[in-house]
Protein backbone atom coordinates (compact mmCIF):
# COMPACT_ATOMS: atom_id res chain seq x y z
CA UNK A 1 0.00 0.00 0.00
CA UNK A 2 0.98 3.58 -0.71
CA UNK A 3 -0.03 7.08 -1.40
CA UNK A 4 1.37 9.53 -3.31
CA UNK A 5 0.56 13.40 -4.80
CA UNK A 6 1.48 16.13 -7.33
CA UNK A 7 0.28 19.00 -8.79
CA UNK A 8 -2.08 19.13 -11.39
CA UNK A 9 -4.62 22.43 -13.21
CA UNK A 10 -7.81 22.32 -14.47
CA UNK A 11 -8.87 25.20 -16.55
CA UNK A 12 -11.81 27.34 -15.16
CA UNK A 13 -12.68 30.11 -17.73
CA UNK A 14 -9.27 31.60 -19.27
CA UNK A 15 -7.60 30.94 -15.81
CA UNK A 16 -6.31 27.83 -14.54
CA UNK A 17 -6.76 26.34 -10.93
CA UNK A 18 -4.06 24.26 -8.94
CA UNK A 19 -5.03 21.04 -8.43
CA UNK A 20 -4.20 18.15 -5.72
CA UNK A 21 -3.86 14.65 -7.42
CA UNK A 22 -3.85 12.11 -5.03
CA UNK A 23 -3.04 8.45 -5.19
CA UNK A 24 -3.87 5.67 -3.05
CA UNK A 25 -2.54 1.92 -4.03
CA UNK A 26 -4.06 -0.81 -2.02
CA UNK A 27 -5.04 -4.41 -1.50
CA UNK A 28 -8.21 -5.29 -3.08
CA UNK A 29 -9.46 -6.25 -6.91
CA UNK A 30 -7.82 -4.27 -10.04
CA UNK A 31 -8.94 -1.32 -10.53
CA UNK A 32 -8.70 2.41 -11.07
CA UNK A 33 -11.10 5.05 -9.65
CA UNK A 34 -11.20 8.66 -10.41
CA UNK A 35 -12.99 10.81 -7.78
CA UNK A 36 -13.34 14.79 -7.09
CA UNK A 37 -15.94 15.74 -9.87
CA UNK A 38 -13.88 14.68 -13.26
CA UNK A 39 -15.62 15.48 -16.06
CA UNK A 40 -15.91 12.90 -19.30
CA UNK A 41 -12.34 13.86 -20.33
CA UNK A 42 -10.74 13.23 -17.04
CA UNK A 43 -12.78 9.51 -16.22
CA UNK A 44 -11.56 8.66 -19.70
CA UNK A 45 -7.90 9.26 -18.61
CA UNK A 46 -8.09 5.85 -17.01
CA UNK A 47 -7.65 4.02 -20.07
CA UNK A 48 -5.21 6.37 -21.62
CA UNK A 49 -2.72 6.33 -18.61
CA UNK A 50 -2.80 2.48 -18.42
CA UNK A 51 -2.33 2.27 -21.76
CA UNK A 52 0.94 4.83 -21.64
CA UNK A 53 2.14 3.15 -18.69
CA UNK A 54 2.45 -0.41 -20.00
CA UNK A 55 3.48 1.00 -23.29
CA UNK A 56 6.45 2.81 -21.74
CA UNK A 57 6.86 -0.23 -19.86
CA UNK A 58 5.98 0.92 -16.40
CA UNK A 59 2.88 -0.90 -15.63
CA UNK A 60 0.58 0.24 -13.00
CA UNK A 61 0.46 -1.50 -9.72
CA UNK A 62 -2.31 -4.79 -10.13
CA UNK A 63 -4.19 -3.10 -7.04
CA UNK A 64 -7.01 -1.03 -6.21
CA UNK A 65 -6.18 2.34 -6.81
CA UNK A 66 -7.95 5.65 -6.06
CA UNK A 67 -7.23 9.17 -7.50
CA UNK A 68 -8.58 11.82 -5.58
CA UNK A 69 -8.46 15.37 -7.34
CA UNK A 70 -8.82 18.37 -4.70
CA UNK A 71 -10.74 21.03 -4.46
CA UNK A 72 -13.23 17.80 -4.71
CA UNK A 73 -16.04 20.68 -4.95
CA UNK A 74 -14.80 22.11 -8.84
CA UNK A 75 -15.62 20.37 -12.03
CA UNK A 76 -12.29 19.28 -14.17
CA UNK A 77 -12.43 19.03 -17.51
CA UNK A 78 -10.08 18.14 -20.61
CA UNK A 79 -7.01 15.80 -20.55
CA UNK A 80 -4.74 17.82 -19.48
CA UNK A 81 -4.33 16.12 -15.91
CA UNK A 82 -3.59 12.93 -17.53
CA UNK A 83 0.68 13.35 -17.01
CA UNK A 84 -0.31 14.21 -12.84
CA UNK A 85 -2.06 11.17 -12.57
CA UNK A 86 0.23 8.74 -14.09
CA UNK A 87 2.75 10.21 -12.45
CA UNK A 88 0.67 10.16 -8.95
CA UNK A 89 -0.12 6.73 -9.48
CA UNK A 90 3.47 5.68 -10.08
CA UNK A 91 4.78 7.10 -6.79
CA UNK A 92 2.20 5.49 -4.69
CA UNK A 93 3.25 2.55 -6.27
CA UNK A 94 6.78 2.98 -5.51
CA UNK A 95 8.19 3.50 -9.07
CA UNK A 96 9.14 7.19 -8.59
CA UNK A 97 9.80 8.58 -4.63
CA UNK A 98 6.73 10.31 -3.42
CA UNK A 99 8.81 13.06 -2.09
CA UNK A 100 9.67 14.60 -6.03
CA UNK A 101 6.62 13.87 -7.58
CA UNK A 102 4.77 15.81 -4.13
CA UNK A 103 6.92 18.83 -4.98
CA UNK A 104 6.55 18.89 -8.85
CA UNK A 105 3.74 19.64 -11.12
CA UNK A 106 2.67 18.42 -14.53
CA UNK A 107 0.32 19.16 -17.36
CA UNK A 108 0.22 17.11 -21.08
CA UNK A 109 -2.62 14.39 -22.50
CA UNK A 110 -1.06 11.40 -22.85
CA UNK A 111 -1.34 8.63 -25.64
CA UNK A 112 -1.88 5.54 -25.86
CA UNK A 113 2.07 4.57 -26.95
CA UNK A 114 3.02 7.18 -24.25
CA UNK A 115 3.61 10.22 -26.08
CA UNK A 116 2.89 13.87 -23.85
CA UNK A 117 0.74 15.80 -26.26
CA UNK A 118 -0.26 19.36 -25.89
CA UNK A 119 -2.86 20.84 -24.13
CA UNK A 120 -4.86 24.35 -24.14
CA UNK A 121 -3.64 26.59 -21.89
CA UNK A 122 -0.19 26.23 -21.25
CA UNK A 123 0.56 29.79 -20.24
CA UNK A 124 -2.55 29.41 -17.82
CA UNK A 125 -1.12 26.71 -16.51
CA UNK A 126 2.33 27.75 -15.72
CA UNK A 127 0.63 30.68 -13.92
CA UNK A 128 -1.38 28.66 -11.56
CA UNK A 129 1.76 26.50 -11.02
CA UNK A 130 3.28 29.76 -9.96
CA UNK A 131 1.15 30.71 -7.08
CA UNK A 132 1.78 27.01 -5.35
CA UNK A 133 5.69 27.18 -6.34
CA UNK A 134 6.25 23.71 -7.29
CA UNK A 135 10.27 22.66 -7.88
CA UNK A 136 9.58 21.62 -11.16
CA UNK A 137 7.17 22.20 -13.59
CA UNK A 138 6.67 19.73 -16.22
CA UNK A 139 5.07 20.14 -19.90
CA UNK A 140 5.15 19.34 -23.16
CA UNK A 141 7.74 20.49 -24.97
CA UNK A 142 5.68 21.89 -27.52
CA UNK A 143 4.22 24.25 -24.51
CA UNK A 144 7.62 24.83 -23.86
CA UNK A 145 7.95 28.69 -25.02
CA UNK A 146 4.17 29.53 -23.66
CA UNK A 147 5.13 28.43 -19.93
CA UNK A 148 8.79 30.30 -20.87
CA UNK A 149 6.78 33.53 -20.37
CA UNK A 150 5.93 32.79 -16.39
CA UNK A 151 8.59 33.94 -14.26
CA UNK A 152 9.32 32.15 -11.35
CA UNK A 153 8.66 28.58 -12.67
CA UNK A 154 10.92 25.71 -13.75
CA UNK A 155 9.73 24.36 -16.83
CA UNK A 156 10.89 21.21 -18.76
CA UNK A 157 9.52 20.36 -21.98
CA UNK A 158 8.72 16.18 -21.71
CA UNK A 159 7.88 14.07 -25.04
CA UNK A 160 6.82 10.83 -23.50
CA UNK A 161 5.74 9.68 -20.14
CA UNK A 162 9.25 7.91 -19.93
CA UNK A 163 11.17 11.62 -19.65
CA UNK A 164 8.80 12.82 -17.10
CA UNK A 165 9.63 9.56 -15.33
CA UNK A 166 13.62 10.33 -15.81
CA UNK A 167 12.92 13.74 -15.08
CA UNK A 168 12.05 13.54 -11.45
CA UNK A 169 14.00 10.40 -10.81
CA UNK A 170 17.23 10.73 -12.27
CA UNK A 171 19.04 14.25 -11.77
CA UNK A 172 21.36 13.94 -14.61
CA UNK A 173 18.37 13.19 -16.81
CA UNK A 174 16.28 15.92 -15.67
CA UNK A 175 19.72 18.32 -16.49
CA UNK A 176 19.94 16.92 -19.92
CA UNK A 177 16.41 17.58 -20.62
CA UNK A 178 16.32 21.41 -19.39
CA UNK A 179 19.86 22.04 -21.49
CA UNK A 180 17.88 20.51 -24.53
CA UNK A 181 14.62 22.31 -23.91
CA UNK A 182 16.99 25.94 -23.80
CA UNK A 183 18.24 24.98 -26.75
CA UNK A 184 15.15 24.60 -28.41
CA UNK A 185 14.30 27.99 -26.90
CA UNK A 186 17.48 29.59 -28.39
CA UNK A 187 16.55 27.95 -31.58
CA UNK A 188 13.09 29.71 -32.04
CA UNK A 189 13.48 32.54 -29.40
CA UNK A 190 11.50 33.22 -26.26
CA UNK A 191 9.29 35.69 -28.54
CA UNK A 192 7.47 35.33 -31.28
CA UNK A 193 9.44 37.65 -34.01
CA UNK A 194 5.53 38.91 -35.15
CA UNK A 195 5.58 41.57 -38.07
CA UNK A 196 3.08 44.60 -37.68
CA UNK A 197 2.23 44.63 -41.07
CA UNK A 198 0.77 41.04 -40.96
CA UNK A 199 -2.56 42.87 -42.49
CA UNK A 200 -3.26 44.07 -46.00
CA UNK A 201 -2.02 48.08 -46.32
CA UNK A 202 -4.40 50.82 -46.40
CA UNK A 203 -2.16 51.91 -49.40
CA UNK A 204 -4.41 49.23 -51.28
CA UNK A 205 -7.69 51.23 -50.81
CA UNK A 206 -8.60 53.63 -53.48
CA UNK A 207 -10.32 56.89 -52.78
CA UNK A 208 -12.34 56.47 -49.08
CA UNK A 209 -10.77 59.60 -47.54
CA UNK A 210 -13.59 59.97 -45.09
CA UNK A 211 -13.67 56.14 -44.18
CA UNK A 212 -10.06 55.86 -43.34
CA UNK A 213 -10.07 59.28 -41.49
CA UNK A 214 -12.74 57.17 -39.20
CA UNK A 215 -10.76 53.92 -39.01
CA UNK A 216 -7.53 56.19 -37.54
CA UNK A 217 -9.80 57.55 -35.21
CA UNK A 218 -11.24 54.44 -34.09
CA UNK A 219 -7.45 52.76 -33.92
CA UNK A 220 -6.26 55.58 -32.11
CA UNK A 221 -9.08 56.00 -29.30
CA UNK A 222 -10.40 52.48 -29.71
CA UNK A 223 -13.78 53.32 -30.96
CA UNK A 224 -16.61 51.27 -32.50
CA UNK A 225 -17.37 52.03 -35.87
CA UNK A 226 -20.24 51.22 -38.05
CA UNK A 227 -19.33 50.98 -41.70
CA UNK A 228 -22.37 51.63 -43.95
CA UNK A 229 -23.18 51.36 -48.25
CA UNK A 230 -23.98 50.64 -50.90
CA UNK A 231 -22.45 46.42 -51.69
CA UNK A 232 -19.10 46.75 -53.45
CA UNK A 233 -17.89 49.91 -52.30
CA UNK A 234 -15.17 48.66 -50.07
CA UNK A 235 -16.43 48.13 -46.40
CA UNK A 236 -14.89 45.14 -45.97
CA UNK A 237 -11.99 45.74 -47.65
CA UNK A 238 -11.14 48.90 -45.10
CA UNK A 239 -12.37 46.93 -42.02
CA UNK A 240 -9.85 44.46 -42.45
CA UNK A 241 -6.73 47.04 -42.72
CA UNK A 242 -7.38 48.17 -39.34
CA UNK A 243 -5.60 46.47 -37.92
CA UNK A 244 -2.35 47.14 -39.89
CA UNK A 245 -2.90 50.92 -38.39
CA UNK A 246 -3.03 49.74 -34.34
CA UNK A 247 -0.04 49.85 -32.27
CA UNK A 248 2.20 46.00 -31.26
CA UNK A 249 0.67 44.90 -28.28
CA UNK A 250 2.29 46.18 -24.91
CA UNK A 251 3.97 43.06 -22.82
CA UNK A 252 0.79 42.96 -20.52
CA UNK A 253 -1.35 42.98 -23.47
CA UNK A 254 0.47 40.30 -25.48
CA UNK A 255 0.08 37.78 -22.23
CA UNK A 256 -3.58 38.43 -21.87
CA UNK A 257 -4.18 37.77 -25.42
CA UNK A 258 -1.77 34.84 -25.66
CA UNK A 259 -3.65 33.45 -22.46
CA UNK A 260 -7.14 33.87 -24.37
CA UNK A 261 -5.68 32.26 -27.33
CA UNK A 262 -4.39 28.98 -25.78
CA UNK A 263 -7.16 28.41 -23.86
CA UNK A 264 -9.39 28.51 -26.65
CA UNK A 265 -7.04 26.28 -28.87
CA UNK A 266 -6.08 28.67 -30.94
CA UNK A 267 -2.03 28.69 -30.94
CA UNK A 268 -0.12 26.91 -33.08
CA UNK A 269 2.16 24.27 -31.58
CA UNK A 270 5.19 25.60 -30.48
CA UNK A 271 4.20 28.67 -30.37
CA UNK A 272 4.98 31.90 -28.00
CA UNK A 273 3.65 35.44 -27.21
CA UNK A 274 1.15 36.58 -29.79
CA UNK A 275 2.53 40.44 -30.40
CA UNK A 276 -0.31 42.07 -33.39
CA UNK A 277 -3.63 43.37 -32.12
CA UNK A 278 -6.01 39.96 -33.15
CA UNK A 279 -8.99 40.41 -36.21
CA UNK A 280 -11.98 38.33 -36.06
CA UNK A 281 -14.58 37.98 -37.98
CA UNK A 282 -17.29 35.55 -37.33
CA UNK A 283 -19.78 34.66 -40.10
CA UNK A 284 -23.44 35.99 -39.21
CA UNK A 285 -24.60 32.37 -38.48
CA UNK A 286 -22.77 32.58 -35.70
CA UNK A 287 -25.07 31.37 -32.47
CA UNK A 288 -25.13 34.29 -29.22
CA UNK A 289 -22.28 31.58 -27.26
CA UNK A 290 -20.14 31.65 -30.12
CA UNK A 291 -19.97 35.40 -30.19
CA UNK A 292 -19.67 36.40 -26.36
CA UNK A 293 -18.61 33.36 -25.08
CA UNK A 294 -20.61 30.04 -22.56
CA UNK A 295 -21.64 26.68 -23.30
CA UNK A 296 -21.84 23.91 -21.00
CA UNK A 297 -18.61 23.96 -20.46
CA UNK A 298 -18.09 27.82 -20.51
CA UNK A 299 -15.40 28.75 -23.43
CA UNK A 300 -14.35 32.77 -24.42
CA UNK A 301 -16.69 33.63 -27.59
CA UNK A 302 -15.45 36.11 -30.49
CA UNK A 303 -15.52 39.16 -28.72
CA UNK A 304 -13.02 37.73 -25.93
CA UNK A 305 -10.75 36.37 -28.93
CA UNK A 306 -11.04 39.75 -30.34
CA UNK A 307 -9.55 41.71 -27.39
CA UNK A 308 -7.05 44.07 -27.64
CA UNK A 309 -8.12 44.25 -31.41
CA UNK A 310 -10.63 44.11 -33.95
CA UNK A 311 -13.96 42.07 -34.04
CA UNK A 312 -15.77 42.48 -37.14
CA UNK A 313 -19.20 42.19 -38.27
CA UNK A 314 -20.05 41.78 -41.56
CA UNK A 315 -23.65 41.88 -42.68
CA UNK A 316 -24.80 43.24 -39.63
CA UNK A 317 -28.10 43.30 -39.68
CA UNK A 318 -27.53 39.30 -40.58
CA UNK A 319 -26.72 38.32 -36.89
CA UNK A 320 -29.42 37.02 -34.90
CA UNK A 321 -31.20 39.38 -32.95
CA UNK A 322 -30.30 37.87 -29.79
CA UNK A 323 -26.67 37.67 -30.74
CA UNK A 324 -26.31 40.92 -31.42
CA UNK A 325 -27.85 42.30 -27.91
CA UNK A 326 -25.66 40.25 -26.45
CA UNK A 327 -22.74 42.26 -27.67
CA UNK A 328 -24.31 45.23 -25.18
CA UNK A 329 -22.75 44.39 -22.07
CA UNK A 330 -19.28 43.68 -23.60
CA UNK A 331 -19.18 46.51 -25.40
CA UNK A 332 -20.21 48.97 -22.64
CA UNK A 333 -17.83 47.14 -20.13
CA UNK A 334 -15.27 45.10 -21.25
CA UNK A 335 -15.75 42.08 -19.98
CA UNK A 336 -18.47 39.06 -20.05
CA UNK A 337 -19.65 37.55 -17.46
CA UNK A 338 -20.66 34.26 -17.82
CA UNK A 339 -22.85 33.05 -14.71
CA UNK A 340 -24.17 29.01 -13.86
CA UNK A 341 -24.87 27.22 -11.06
CA UNK A 342 -21.37 26.76 -9.79
CA UNK A 343 -20.49 30.26 -9.98
CA UNK A 344 -19.63 32.89 -12.62
CA UNK A 345 -16.63 33.54 -14.60
CA UNK A 346 -15.52 36.50 -15.96
CA UNK A 347 -13.67 36.70 -19.82
CA UNK A 348 -12.03 39.80 -21.21
CA UNK A 349 -13.52 41.99 -24.27
CA UNK A 350 -12.16 45.28 -24.68
CA UNK A 351 -12.37 45.07 -27.97
CA UNK A 352 -12.77 47.61 -30.69
CA UNK A 353 -16.10 46.66 -32.75
CA UNK A 354 -16.17 47.46 -36.64
CA UNK A 355 -19.61 46.61 -38.33
CA UNK A 356 -20.91 47.03 -41.97
CA UNK A 357 -23.96 46.95 -43.56
CA UNK A 358 -26.06 47.47 -46.56
CA UNK A 359 -28.39 50.27 -47.05
CA UNK A 360 -30.98 48.06 -47.63
CA UNK A 361 -30.79 43.17 -48.78
CA UNK A 362 -30.30 43.57 -51.84
CA UNK A 363 -27.50 46.24 -51.15
CA UNK A 364 -27.89 48.51 -54.05
CA UNK A 365 -30.09 50.84 -52.50
CA UNK A 366 -29.73 54.84 -53.55
CA UNK A 367 -27.08 53.12 -56.59
CA UNK A 368 -26.98 55.06 -60.22
CA UNK A 369 -25.53 51.92 -61.93
CA UNK A 370 -27.98 49.20 -60.03
CA UNK A 371 -31.26 48.89 -59.19
CA UNK A 372 -32.60 48.02 -56.25
CA UNK A 373 -35.31 45.55 -56.19
CA UNK A 374 -36.45 45.76 -52.50
CA UNK A 375 -39.66 46.48 -51.16
CA UNK A 376 -40.04 49.55 -49.20
CA UNK A 377 -41.61 47.02 -46.05
CA UNK A 378 -38.34 45.03 -46.54
CA UNK A 379 -35.78 48.04 -46.26
CA UNK A 380 -37.58 48.73 -42.82
CA UNK A 381 -37.66 45.30 -41.78
CA UNK A 382 -33.81 44.81 -42.83
CA UNK A 383 -33.02 48.30 -40.66
CA UNK A 384 -35.28 47.33 -37.46
CA UNK A 385 -33.41 44.48 -37.16
CA UNK A 386 -30.61 46.73 -34.89
CA UNK A 387 -31.42 48.16 -31.81
CA UNK A 388 -31.32 51.68 -30.63
CA UNK A 389 -29.70 50.61 -27.63
CA UNK A 390 -26.82 48.77 -29.91
CA UNK A 391 -26.47 51.83 -32.13
CA UNK A 392 -26.11 53.87 -29.34
CA UNK A 393 -22.84 51.96 -28.29
CA UNK A 394 -21.59 52.66 -31.76
CA UNK A 395 -19.20 55.93 -31.62
CA UNK A 396 -18.54 56.52 -35.00
CA UNK A 397 -20.93 55.93 -38.38
CA UNK A 398 -19.36 55.97 -41.62
CA UNK A 399 -20.92 56.58 -44.75
CA UNK A 400 -18.86 54.78 -47.46
CA UNK A 401 -19.29 55.99 -50.95
CA UNK A 402 -19.11 54.57 -54.42
CA UNK A 403 -15.79 55.04 -55.87
CA UNK A 404 -15.39 56.74 -59.36
CA UNK A 405 -14.79 54.72 -62.40
CA UNK A 406 -11.64 53.84 -63.07
CA UNK A 407 -10.35 55.13 -59.90
CA UNK A 408 -9.33 51.09 -59.03
CA UNK A 409 -6.45 51.58 -61.86
CA UNK A 410 -4.78 53.99 -58.87
CA UNK A 411 -4.73 51.39 -56.46
CA UNK A 412 -1.67 51.23 -53.76
CA UNK A 413 -1.75 55.08 -54.72
CA UNK A 414 -2.60 56.59 -50.86
CA UNK A 415 -1.31 56.82 -47.41
CA UNK A 416 0.47 53.52 -46.35
CA UNK A 417 -0.56 51.87 -42.80
CA UNK A 418 2.85 51.95 -41.37
CA UNK A 419 2.43 56.12 -41.90
CA UNK A 420 -1.19 56.04 -40.14
CA UNK A 421 0.20 53.67 -37.55
CA UNK A 422 2.53 56.26 -36.53
CA UNK A 423 0.34 58.79 -36.10
CA UNK A 424 -2.27 56.54 -33.96
CA UNK A 425 0.66 55.43 -31.88
CA UNK A 426 1.79 59.59 -31.05
CA UNK A 427 -2.01 59.61 -30.47
CA UNK A 428 -2.21 56.94 -27.78
CA UNK A 429 0.88 58.38 -26.33
CA UNK A 430 -0.63 61.73 -25.92
CA UNK A 431 -3.54 59.89 -24.11
CA UNK A 432 -1.29 57.68 -22.27
CA UNK A 433 0.58 60.67 -20.53
CA UNK A 434 -2.42 62.15 -19.79
CA UNK A 435 -4.39 59.13 -18.07
CA UNK A 436 -1.03 59.00 -15.46
CA UNK A 437 -1.82 62.44 -14.66
CA UNK A 438 -5.08 62.66 -14.43
CA UNK A 439 -7.08 59.26 -15.24
CA UNK A 440 -4.95 56.41 -13.54
CA UNK A 441 -3.61 54.03 -15.26
CA UNK A 442 -6.16 52.38 -17.55
CA UNK A 443 -6.17 55.66 -19.93
CA UNK A 444 -10.23 55.10 -19.62
CA UNK A 445 -11.73 58.89 -19.88
CA UNK A 446 -14.81 58.07 -17.19
CA UNK A 447 -14.90 61.45 -15.74
CA UNK A 448 -17.11 63.90 -18.00
CA UNK A 449 -15.93 66.89 -15.89
CA UNK A 450 -12.44 65.58 -16.47
CA UNK A 451 -12.22 65.57 -20.19
CA UNK A 452 -14.75 69.17 -20.33
CA UNK A 453 -11.90 71.33 -18.53
CA UNK A 454 -9.37 70.43 -21.50
CA UNK A 455 -12.37 71.95 -23.81
CA UNK A 456 -12.15 75.33 -25.33
CA UNK A 457 -15.13 77.87 -24.98
CA UNK A 458 -16.07 77.36 -28.65
CA UNK A 459 -15.97 73.48 -27.95
CA UNK A 460 -18.22 73.85 -25.25
CA UNK A 461 -20.75 75.60 -26.25
CA UNK A 462 -21.09 73.13 -29.13
CA UNK A 463 -21.81 70.58 -27.28
CA UNK A 464 -24.39 72.50 -25.61
CA UNK A 465 -26.22 73.12 -28.63
CA UNK A 466 -26.32 69.02 -29.44
CA UNK A 467 -27.47 68.84 -25.80
CA UNK A 468 -30.10 71.43 -26.02
CA UNK A 469 -31.81 69.99 -29.28
CA UNK A 470 -32.02 66.29 -28.01
CA UNK A 471 -29.60 65.28 -30.57
CA UNK A 472 -27.38 63.44 -27.85
CA UNK A 473 -28.26 61.57 -24.71
CA UNK A 474 -26.37 60.71 -21.88
CA UNK A 475 -24.37 58.09 -23.24
CA UNK A 476 -24.12 59.67 -26.62
CA UNK A 477 -22.84 63.00 -24.98
CA UNK A 478 -19.94 60.75 -23.24
CA UNK A 479 -19.12 59.16 -26.41
CA UNK A 480 -18.69 62.40 -28.29
CA UNK A 481 -16.43 63.88 -25.59
CA UNK A 482 -14.05 60.81 -26.08
CA UNK A 483 -13.97 60.74 -29.76
CA UNK A 484 -13.35 64.67 -30.11
CA UNK A 485 -10.56 63.82 -27.33
CA UNK A 486 -8.87 61.34 -29.75
CA UNK A 487 -9.38 63.86 -32.52
CA UNK A 488 -7.60 66.70 -30.50
CA UNK A 489 -4.70 63.82 -29.70
CA UNK A 490 -4.09 62.89 -33.64
CA UNK A 491 -3.86 66.96 -33.70
CA UNK A 492 -0.77 66.47 -31.53
CA UNK A 493 -2.76 66.50 -28.21
CA UNK A 494 -3.31 69.95 -26.21
CA UNK A 495 -6.88 71.72 -25.77
CA UNK A 496 -9.81 70.33 -27.53
CA UNK A 497 -11.08 72.82 -30.14
CA UNK A 498 -14.62 73.45 -31.97
CA UNK A 499 -13.36 71.76 -35.06
CA UNK A 500 -12.93 68.14 -32.98
CA UNK A 501 -15.74 68.86 -31.83
CA UNK A 502 -17.65 69.27 -35.19
CA UNK A 503 -16.01 66.53 -36.62
CA UNK A 504 -17.11 63.96 -33.62
CA UNK A 505 -20.74 65.24 -33.78
CA UNK A 506 -20.79 64.67 -37.43
CA UNK A 507 -19.05 60.99 -37.06
CA UNK A 508 -21.44 60.67 -34.44
CA UNK A 509 -24.65 61.92 -35.83
CA UNK A 510 -24.48 61.55 -39.88
CA UNK A 511 -28.10 62.92 -40.11
CA UNK A 512 -27.63 66.18 -38.68
CA UNK A 513 -24.89 67.98 -40.61
CA UNK A 514 -25.07 70.82 -38.76
CA UNK A 515 -25.56 71.94 -35.32
CA UNK A 516 -25.72 75.66 -35.77
Request: glycine share 10%; proline share 6%.
Amino acid sequence: MGTAATWGFALAGIEAVPIRVEAHVRRGLPGLTVVGLPGSAVREARERVRSAAASSLLPLPLQRITVNLSPGDLRKEGAGLDLSVALAILAAGGLLPAGLARDSGAVGELSLDGTVRPVRGILSHAEAAQRVSPGLLLVPVEGLREAAQVEGVRAIGVRSLLEAILALRDPKARIRLEQRGNRWLRQRGRFDDSPIDIAPDMSEVTGQEAAKRALEIAAAGGHHALLYGQAGVGKTMLARRLPGILPPLQPQQALEVTRIWSVAGLMPPGAALIRHAPFRAPHHSASRPALVGGGSVPRPGEVTLAHHGVLFLDELPEFSRESLESLRQPLEEGEVVVSRGSGSLRFPARCTLVAAMNPCPCGFKGSTARDCTCAEAAVLRYRDRLSGALLDRIDLQIEVGAVEPGAFMRAGSGESSAAIRERVVEARRYAQDRALNELGADGRLEDSRVILSQFSSSARRLLHRALSRDFLGGRGYMRVLRVARTIADLDHGGEVAEQHVSEALLLRLPDHRRVA
